[in-house]
């Protein structure tokens, strides 16, 4: 009985865990894109800024795959940041590129 109370405790546990590190990489990622999307930034500016600041919430090991650019919707320019790193399945330990999550705003430089 103890073991599978152990078992659900550590599953739910791991589960905390992806939910918190998706949920970082999303601020992270919105982050960056509102930081890109000023009138006097560009997109490596979001881009650098979001590893920043996922090195700063969660590891550097996290920051592999971030890209910045431009994309439109509905006739509004928006800035994406997209960052792709790897899913903790395991602790911290999972598949690279196993997770992607994506930050938008509002291009102020093309209103």
Same mark, same amino acid.
């Given at each position: 009985?103890? /073991?599978? $109370?152990?078992?659900?405790?550590?599953? #739910? $546990?791991?589960?905390?865990?992806?939910?918190? %590190?998706?949920?970082?990489? /999303? =601020?992270?990622? +919105? @982050?960056? =894109?509102?930081?890109?999307?000023?009138?006097?930034?560009?997109?490596?500016?979001? +881009?650098? !800024?979001? &590893?920043?600041?996922?090195? &700063?919430?969660?590891?550097? !090991?996290?920051?592999?795959? /971030?890209?910045? !650019?431009? %994309?439109? @919707?509905?006739?509004?320019?928006?800035? @994406? #940041? @997209? /960052?792709?790193?790897?899913?903790?399945?395991?602790?911290?330990?999972?598949?690279?590129?196993?997770?992607?999550?994506?930050?938008?705003?509002?291009? &102020?430089?093309?209103?």
């Amino acid at each position: 009985m103890s /073991v599978l $109370l152990t078992g659900l405790f550590l599953a #739910v $546990l791991q589960i905390g865990l992806v939910i918190h %590190v998706r949920n970082t990489l /999303v =601020a992270c990622a +919105a @982050e960056g =894109a509102r930081y890109a999307a000023n009138a006097d930034r560009g997109l490596a500016d979001g +881009a650098t !800024r979001t &590893e920043m600041l996922i090195g &700063e919430s969660l590891s550097e !090991r996290f920051t592999g795959g /971030v890209s910045a !650019r431009y %994309v439109g @919707e509905d006739g509004v320019q928006l800035v @994406e #940041v @997209e /960052v792709t790193t790897t899913l903790p399945l395991f602790g911290f330990l999972g598949p690279d590129r196993g997770l992607t999550v994506r930050g938008h705003a509002v291009d &102020e430089a093309a209103l």
